[in-house]
Structure formats: C-alpha cells, structure tokens
C-alpha cells in the first residue's frame, strides 16, 4: 500500500466513524449482547426476540462484526465477541457508554460543531436552548442515562488510579462531584482503614447507593449533597475530582478548585483525575475528549495549564502520576 492509497483509507475510516458510532448505539439500546450470551443467533432469531426488522437488523450487524464486536458465521449466525460482550449489561459493561454517544439528543448536539468553531459560542446551549446541567435536569431520563456513562468509565479508571496512587496514610477521602461514587468505593475497599465521604447535587448522589453497597464498606462513606460552587465538606486529608474541572472553562474550574481550597485543612491533599495532555502532535484521548468538551463549554489541560489553574486556586501542583487509564492523578497542595 502506498503512502497515498494509506492516507486515503485512513481518512475513510475517520470519515466513517460515524456508520460505526450508529450502529453500535442501535445494538446496545436493543440489548443484541444480552441476547446473544446463551449463544449464537442468526439475525432472524434477534430481530424476533429484539420487535424489529430482521434484514435491517442483519446489516447492522454484520457491519459491526466487520470490526470484531460480533463474528459471523458462513450460515449468519452471530455470535459475541470480548468487544461485543461490553454491550452486555452488568459489572464492566459499556453499553451505556454506546447509547449515550450514539442517541438522537447527543448527535444533534454535534451537529452544533461548526457554529461553536466559527462563533465561539457552546454547541449543547445552540442546539438545545440550555446549559448541558439544566438540559439534563430537564430531561431526567437522559441524565439517567448520562450518570450511567459515568459510573460505566469510573469502573475502569477507578481501578487505575488505585493502583497507581498511593494511599497510605490518608484517613479520609472525600470525592467531589463524586457521581455515584464508584471511584471513592473502589478506592475505601482498597484501603479499608479509610473513611469516605461522597459529595454531588442531591439528583445524582441519590442514585449511589448501589454502588457503595456493592463494595460491602459497612457505612465507611458518608453521603452529602450540596452544590461545590458554593462548598464542600471540611476536614478531608484528601480531595478528589475525577473528570470534573474538564465541564468548566478557566473561570469556573478556578472557582471549583477555589472551594475545596477553602475546605482543606492543613496537610491535605488535591487530587484531580484528568488527563494531561501531551503538547505538540502527540496522540492522546485527551485530544479527542476535548471534541466533546468543546460542545459543552469545557476543556482539556496540559500540565502547564494545571499549574496556572491550581495557582489562581491557591493551590500548587505537585506531582503528575500517569495510569494504566487515559488518566493523570495530579496532585496539588495548598500553597
């Protein structure tokens, strides 16, 4: 293959995320994956059991067995892959993740990318009349499902940071916009000497509960609802923000780190979970992440642009730790 015929099916294949980003949301919001752990099934037998249109079905498919989430057999029988079975609900899954990328409410939202780039102004407000915070609290089924998004990649990166980060010594943690509290779980379970406290608006930190009882803590976390913009729980030996500072621009993420200043007592620790991005042309999911970002108002940092941040926070930055996650635990420090 020459270099032009390889930037030419590297531009297709880009191009074409889109076919892929679909068809994925229409196997997981139907439930394909589910149906197929007792084995395998021709398309026929899934649109029987799914209420649809077996050829259509059948081409969604086989396209995404193309890219080893299904394989098919010579008689069309399909049949679940290790990519696939993350569309099966239950520990590990990401079939929320596939919805909420794929749903109408999302894609139109991206529809909004280019007025953002020649405006400046937020695609989600352009596209729907309202913030991405007042969206979802006025469309709770689609918050439900965007809270679920959450929790699906806190499974993974919880267990990263966990690993990489060393805890010892901290006596509680406290995990702002803490969501359901997958990563402060994962994180007491390790260290069971630890207490927690989980702290987020009073809409998401009632959906919790699962989460924490699925860790068995024996009421080791503390749940606090309240709004971080205003304060947190004081007396924490660590504070966590995981994929939280990046919904924000400058200005507000200055004032969310600003408040868990104002709480940390002496000898406390900051700890925000976020990729730092690369400079230059270095690949990064980061990068990609922050197409998103753009669309609600918020942005991906270097480490650079962490330091200026933590500083008009009075903070100080002290150590960028990597993961096994698409994640940097970085840390900081009153000043």
């Not at 249109?53 to 057999?73: C, N, Q, Y």
């Not at 923000?241 to 990046?246: F, I, P, Q």
């Amino acid at each position: 293959m020459t270099a032009i015929s390889e930037a030419f099916e590297m531009i297709r294949m880009i191009s074409g995320g889109l076919y892929l980003t679909h068809s994925l949301y229409v196997a997981a919001r139907l439930g394909v994956a589910d149906l197929l752990i007792p084995g395998p099934q021709t398309a026929t037998e899934l649109a029987g059991a799914a209420g649809v249109h077996a050829p259509s079905l059948h081409r969604v498919m086989r396209a995404l067995a193309s890219v080893g989430v299904f394989t098919e057999d010579p008689d069309g029988r399909f049949a679940l892959t290790a990519r696939g079975r993350l569309l099966a609900s239950g520990p590990g899954s990401l079939r929320s993740v596939a919805m909420g990328i794929g749903a109408p409410w999302h894609t139109r939202v991206w529809e909004s990318l280019l007025h953002t780039v020649q405006t400046g102004e937020t695609a989600w407000d352009h596209a729907t009349g309202e913030s991405l915070f007042q969206y979802f609290a006025s469309h709770p089924e689609h918050a439900a499902l965007f809270d679920g998004m959450m929790t699906e990649f806190s499974v993974w990166e919880a267990a990263a940071v966990a690993e990489a980060y060393d805890f010892t010594g901290i006596h509680t943690t406290a995990d702002i916009a803490g969501g359901h509290g997958w990563l402060l779980a994962t994180i007491l379970q390790r260290y069971p000497t630890m207490r927690g406290i989980l702290f987020d608006l009073p809409h998401v930190t009632s959906g919790a509960g699962s989460a924490l009882s699925s860790h068995a803590l024996n009421g080791r976390c503390e749940v606090i609802s309240g709004d971080m913009f205003h304060c947190v729980p004081g007396g924490a030996d660590a504070y966590l923000l995981k994929n939280v500072l990046h919904d924000w621009d400058d200005v507000q993420a200055a004032k969310i780190l600003s408040s868990v200043r104002r709480a940390m007592p002496p000898g406390s620790r900051i700890l925000v979970i976020q990729e730092a991005l690369p400079l230059g042309g270095a690949p990064s999911a980061g990068k990609l992440l922050d197409m998103q970002m753009l669309l609600i108002g918020g942005k991906e940092r270097t480490h650079g642009e962490y330091e200026q941040l933590f500083a008009q926070a009075g903070l100080r930055l002290t150590r960028l730790i990597p993961t096994a996650a698409p994640v940097h635990v970085i840390e900081g420090a009153p000043a």
